[in-house]
T-cell receptor, first 117, second 111 residues
Framework: GAVVSQHPSRVICKSGTSVKIECRSLDFQATTMFWYRQFPKKSLMLMATSNEGSKATYEQGVEKDKFLINHASLTLSTLTVTSAHPEDSSFYIC?????????????FGQGTRLTVV | SQQGEEDPQALSIQEGENATMNCSYKTSINNLQWYRQNSGRGLVHLILIRSNEREKHSGRLRVTLDTSKKSSSLLITASRAADTASYFCATDRGSNYKLTFGKGTLLTVNP
């Protein structure tokens, strides 16, 4: 089946620094990718929809200057957490759906555990 | 916002027993999907049921959908310890391909 690769799986960074997380669709083209945040023992909260070649669409309450999303190609979307603070520590997961995505499954990356110290 | 609500929030059973998880949602949907997540990992797709379908099977999984009640259920038969995971339902409302996830059910299957 289709594979979405997310990197890194774990990252520890100092407060005030920026962290980039990559999400790649390995064997299909994804015009749309999604970034989620998950708190411990909680559900996935959609942060933004990443659109290839255009600006990302952010969900209400998500700071777009804080969470920069770039979707430069049909197989790569990146999420950059800028000026990270301890409250940004979380599990971030990306997903992608193939073109013609209605009534298709979503493929998820392995997730990135971000710890800001 | 989270549309789906799963119950129970946690379920603990013995190996060999069946596990049933329920999901309710609020708005009309294009399809509903069930996913599994092992602790600290990404999600794995289990099954998709379209709004015009009422029941679907995949191996030991059986999913039902009642659009009049806006609810779905996931049944895992003959559970195994390896089925221990969190299970989420996700609703797809159509054209923008966004999935909205429920809060999940943590299933523990004791050997």
């Amino acid at each position: 089946g289709a594979v979405v690769s997310q990197h890194p799986s774990r990252v520890i960074c100092k407060s005030g620094t920026s962290v980039k997380i990559e999400c790649r669709s390995l064997d299909f083209q994804a015009t749309t990718m999604f970034w989620y945040r998950q708190f411990p023992k909680k559900s996935l909260m959609l942060m933004a929809t990443s659109n290839e070649g255009s600006k990302a669409t952010y969900e209400q309450g998500v700071e777009k200057d804080k969470f920069l999303i770039n979707h430069a190609s049909l197989t790569l979307s990146t999420l950059t957490v800028t000026s990270a603070h301890p409250e940004d520590s979380s599990f971030y997961i990306c997903s992608a759906r193939a073109r013609g995505g209605a009534n298709t499954e979503a493929f998820f990356g392995q997730g990135t555990r971000l710890t800001v110290v | 916002s989270q549309q789906g609500e799963e119950d129970p929030q946690a379920l603990s059973i013995q190996e060999g027993e069946n596990a049933t998880m329920n999901c309710s949602y609020k708005t009309s949907i294009n399809n509903l999907q069930w996913y599994r997540q092992n602790s600290g990992r990404g999600l794995v797709h289990l099954i998709l049921i379209r709004s015009n379908e009422r029941e679907k099977h995949s191996g030991r999984l059986r999913v039902t959908l009642d659009t009049s009640k806006k609810s779905s259920s996931l049944l895992i038969t003959a559970s195994r310890a390896a089925d221990t995971a969190s299970y989420f339902c996700a609703t797809d409302r159509g054209s923008n391909y966004k999935l909205t996830f429920g809060k999940g059910t943590l299933l523990t299957v004791n050997p």
